[in-house]
């Protein structure tokens, strides 16, 4: 790294953001792109859009200001977006009240400060420049000095919207310091910060008896009181509480509900009127977004008080639940580990089986499809389940609105790993994590004999559902440069599949000649995948154009379709009685037999996070399996070691 560069390239930054001018130079700017004069909820949706947006498979979006940072919430998300979306165009939602609704560690904070610190970062682009009135606590908007009779004209002329009025103290100044000369008030560029008090604000609510209104709405100088009322305002209304310091940006309020009715009260005219009561000196302009969190049982006790259907009517609710994806909840653990200073390395398996005893926790029984909890967790995480599709995981998730909103948190998870890490010498293994997980349910002091019991139930579930993802590893790790292998295999089908769908030729590149296409191949994979002959036509259409614009010099990622993973995993793992004559050793003790499993030790290693205390774990554990197996054959549409 070069230091003197990284020195002159942060000097040069501050230098491009320490733009000042004149106000009549910052209407020639305005005039000229309308959007510096964007409103808060405007820029925090242009802000979401420039950090990046990312189709994914069934019309699904992910967000990359959330990316790495929030797990399996894209539904919730989504919604937080629409929300924006919507306010972004001057609707009447932008009049609401966003609140995040959820259980204890789903994510609801998390969600709150990728915004704060996206909408900062975002004001220190070219794009998301934001200017204001020289020396305003308020950050006030510039054009708020035009008078309301040439508005209008502004709109027309050059899409110039403008909202609001001067607030005291820049009314005192461009009265006093200006002479009323407006083309002369000094203008500045404003970087946003939480920190520093500039377009970002924070309150948490507490008991309500030890709150201080002025932290809210700003405190006043007794010592500049007397004189003309607006005169007095101007010198006596400091505008330094939170409400004001978040004008142009975004506001948190933390555990919002817990506040007593001044609070809410300000809160209701502010979103409502996009201004703050400031008793004796009537009100002040502010344009922000409030965005607040709570619990389940807050918000039904706001919904249970009649006295609060106000409040209720200009609240938004966007539920943030604990994610049910098992991938997803394992990352999360993978990332709040990495943080940690533990010299200790954590199976693979470990986290996937924690995260699978955390999902089924939250899961709610769905008999009438048929569906075990084990079943419906690995549909929700994705995975292939003959019978079921997409669209029915969406009218299952319709069908129980609350799944995600209770259950064994993320925080519970990992207070028990990390207490696990102590016991674990080198490596977590999943007997290890399944083991301080069983442990802690009898010392968490919030659980009741029944759901103990529950949990205990679902701690040899997720056994059961470990020895199943265990034979999957070992038949991947046996299976040479298994990744790459399975992309030509895709490769090739979406050759022939092409060439089926069009009723031509498969093109020279792939066989060395035009040749007809391979229906037994094609119908191979289909028919693993669960496709019917009468459906093999729309499921080519949905392969083919999901991986339509996939760069040819780039390895397919064969999981995108998990009907198609499904299917290329059935067609190139080593089937289950293979898979036991690999694992245990013959009589003879074969050569060849030991080196497949020091060759699939060594791939578990290279290329799918194990170490050797874990890699050895592995292989061990499906020794046992093979040995203790009853018979060998998967149940129809299963992958299943019967034990």
Same mark, same amino acid.
């Given at each position: 790294?070069?230091?003197?560069?990284?020195?002159?390239?942060?000097?040069?930054?501050?230098?491009?953001?320490?733009?000042?001018?004149?106000?009549?130079?910052?209407?020639?700017?305005?005039?000229?792109?309308?959007?510096?004069?964007?409103?808060?909820?405007?820029?925090?949706?242009?802000?979401?859009?420039?950090?990046?947006?990312?189709?994914?498979?069934?019309?699904?979006?992910?967000?990359?200001?959330?990316?790495?940072?929030?797990?399996?919430?894209?539904?919730?998300?989504?919604?937080?977006?629409?929300?924006?979306?919507?306010?972004?165009?001057?609707?009447?939602?932008?009049?609401?009240?966003?609140?995040?609704?959820?259980?204890?560690?789903?994510?609801?904070?998390?969600?709150?400060?990728?915004?704060?610190?996206?909408?900062?970062?975002?004001?220190?682009?070219?794009?998301?420049?934001?200017?204001?009135?020289?020396?305003?606590?308020?950050?006030?908007?510039?054009?708020?000095?035009?008078?309301?009779?040439?508005?209008?004209?502004?709109?027309?002329?050059?899409?110039?919207?403008i909202e609001g009025d001067l607030c005291p103290h820049c009314r005192y100044e461009l009265r006093h310091a200006y002479s009323g000369r407006l083309e002369e008030v000094r203008v500045r560029r404003v970087v946003l910060s939480e920190r520093e008090g500039v377009g970002i604000g924070t309150f948490l609510g507490t008991d309500p008896g030890s709150q201080d209104l002025a932290r809210?709405?700003?405190?006043?100088?007794?010592?500049?009181?007397?004189?003309?009322?607006?005169?007095?305002?101007?010198?006596?209304?400091?505008?330094?509480?939170?409400?004001?310091?978040?004008?142009?940006?975004?506001?948190?309020?933390?555990?919002?509900?817990?506040?007593?009715?001044?609070?809410?009260?300000?809160?209701?005219?502010?979103?409502?009127?996009?201004?703050?009561?400031?008793?004796?000196?009537?009100?002040?302009?502010?344009? &922000? %977004?409030?965005?607040?969190?709570?619990?389940?049982?807050?918000?039904? *006790?706001?919904? +249970?008080?009649? #006295?609060?259907? @106000? !409040?209720?009517?200009?609240?938004?609710?966007?539920?943030?639940?604990?994610?049910?994806?098992?991938?997803?909840?394992?990352?999360?653990?993978?990332?709040?580990?990495?943080?940690?200073?533990?010299?200790?390395?954590?199976?693979?398996?470990?986290?996937?089986?924690?995260?699978?005893?955390?999902?089924?926790?939250?899961?709610?029984?769905?008999?009438?499809?048929?569906?075990?909890?084990?079943?419906?967790?690995?549909?929700?995480?994705?995975?292939?389940?003959?019978?079921?599709?997409?669209?029915?995981?969406?009218?299952?998730?319709?069908?129980?609105?609350?799944?995600?909103?209770?259950?064994?948190?993320?925080?519970?998870?990992?207070?028990?790993?990390?207490?696990?890490?102590?016991?674990?010498?080198?490596?977590?293994?999943?007997?290890?994590?399944? &083991? %301080?997980?069983?442990?802690?349910?009898?010392?968490?002091?919030?659980? *009741?004999?029944? +759901?103990?019991? #529950?949990?205990? @139930? !679902?701690?040899?579930?997720?056994?059961?559902?470990?020895?199943?993802?265990?034979?999957?590893?070992?038949?991947?790790?046996?299976?040479?440069?298994?990744?790459?292998?399975?992309?030509?295999?895709?490769?090739?089908?979406?050759?022939?599949?092409?060439?089926?769908?069009?009723?031509?030729?498969?093109?020279?590149?792939?066989?060395?000649?035009?040749?007809?296409?391979?229906?037994?191949?094609?119908?191979?994979?289909?028919?693993?995948?669960?496709?019917?002959?009468?459906?093999?036509?729309?499921?080519?259409?949905?392969?083919?154009?999901?991986?339509?614009?996939?760069?040819?010099?780039?390895?397919?990622?064969?999981?995108?379709?998990?009907?198609?993973?499904?299917?290329?995993?059935?067609?190139?793992?080593?089937?289950?009685?293979?898979?036991?004559?690999?694992?245990?050793?013959?009589?003879?003790?074969?050569?060849?037999?030991?080196?497949?499993? +020091?060759?699939?030790?060594?791939?578990?290693?290279?290329?799918?996070?194990?170490?050797?205390?874990?890699?050895?774990?592995?292989?061990?554990?499906?020794?046992?399996?093979?040995?203790?197996?009853?018979?060998?054959?998967?149940?129809?549409?299963?992958?299943?070691?019967?034990?």
């Amino acid at each position: 790294m070069d230091l003197d560069h990284v020195l002159e390239e942060s000097r040069l930054e501050e230098e491009r953001l320490q733009w000042e001018g004149a106000f009549s130079d910052y209407l020639r700017m305005a005039t000229t792109d309308p959007r510096i004069a964007r409103l808060s909820h405007a820029r925090v949706y242009d802000m979401l859009l420039a950090a990046g947006v990312q189709n994914g498979p069934h019309g699904a979006v992910a967000y990359r200001l959330f990316e790495g940072e929030i797990f399996g919430l894209d539904r919730a998300l989504a919604q937080i977006v629409d929300y924006f979306a919507s306010a972004s165009r001057r609707l009447e939602v932008r009049k609401r009240i966003l609140l995040l609704l959820g259980p204890v560690a789903s994510g609801k904070s998390s969600i709150a400060t990728l915004l704060k610190r996206g909408l900062q970062a975002y004001s220190r682009t070219d794009e998301g420049a934001l200017y204001a009135i020289k020396g305003c606590p308020m950050q006030e908007e510039p054009l708020h000095l035009i008078p309301e009779k040439f508005r209008p004209d502004l709109l027309n002329e050059y899409g110039l919207y403008i909202e609001g009025d001067l607030c005291p103290h820049c009314r005192y100044e461009l009265r006093h310091a200006y002479s009323g000369r407006l083309e002369e008030v000094r203008v500045r560029r404003v970087v946003l910060s939480e920190r520093e008090g500039v377009g970002i604000g924070t309150f948490l609510g507490t008991d309500p008896g030890s709150q201080d209104l002025a932290r809210l709405v700003g405190s006043i100088d007794q010592a500049a009181l007397g004189g003309d009322r607006l005169e007095e305002a101007g010198r006596a209304y400091r505008l330094d509480g939170e409400l004001n310091v978040a004008n142009r940006g975004l506001m948190e309020f933390i555990e919002m509900l817990k506040s007593d009715e001044r609070f809410l009260t300000v809160l209701l005219s502010l979103t409502q009127e996009q201004t703050i009561k400031v008793g004796r000196f009537g009100s002040v302009y502010a344009d &922000e %977004a409030v965005i607040s969190h709570t619990n389940e049982a807050e918000y039904k *006790a706001l919904v +249970e008080n009649k #006295r609060s259907e @106000a !409040l209720q009517d200009r609240i938004i609710v966007a539920r943030i639940p604990y994610t049910l994806k098992v991938g997803q909840e394992a990352r999360i653990y993978s990332k709040l580990l990495a943080e940690s200073a533990a010299d200790v390395h954590f199976s693979p398996l470990a986290l996937s089986a924690a995260a699978a005893f955390a999902v089924l926790s939250r899961l709610e029984p769905s008999p009438q499809w048929g569906m075990t909890l084990a079943k419906k967790m690995r549909l929700y995480d994705g995975q292939f389940v003959e019978g079921y599709t997409h669209q029915d995981v969406l009218k299952m998730q319709e069908e129980c609105p609350n799944e995600g909103m209770h259950g064994i948190s993320p925080r519970y998870i990992i207070n028990q790993l990390s207490r696990a890490v102590l016991r674990a010498g080198g490596c977590l293994t999943p007997a290890l994590a399944l &083991e %301080a997980l069983a442990g802690g349910i009898e010392q968490h002091p919030a659980l *009741a004999g029944e +759901e103990r019991e #529950r949990l205990r @139930a !679902l701690v040899e579930e997720t056994r059961r559902e470990g020895d199943e993802l265990a034979v999957r590893e070992g038949q991947r790790a046996y299976v040479e440069d298994f990744e790459a292998t399975a992309a030509r295999l895709l490769r090739t089908y979406l050759a022939h599949a092409v060439a089926a769908l069009s009723g031509g030729k498969l093109q020279g590149d792939h066989l060395g000649e035009e040749a007809d296409p391979d229906e037994k191949l094609l119908r191979s994979l289909e028919e693993a995948a669960g496709i019917r002959e009468h459906e093999k036509d729309k499921f080519r259409r949905e392969i083919t154009d999901l991986y339509h614009a996939w760069p040819r010099n780039r390895k397919l990622d064969y999981t995108l379709d998990e009907r198609m993973r499904h299917a290329l995993e059935a067609k190139l793992y080593p089937d289950i009685r293979a898979l036991g004559r690999l694992l245990l050793p013959s009589r003879d003790g074969d050569v060849k037999e030991a080196g497949e499993r +020091e060759r699939a030790q060594r791939r578990l290693i290279k290329s799918y996070g194990y170490c050797q205390v874990c890699a050895a774990d592995l292989l061990r554990h499906l020794e046992g399996l093979a040995r203790s197996a009853d018979g060998l054959s998967p149940p129809r549409g299963r992958r299943r070691w019967l034990l």
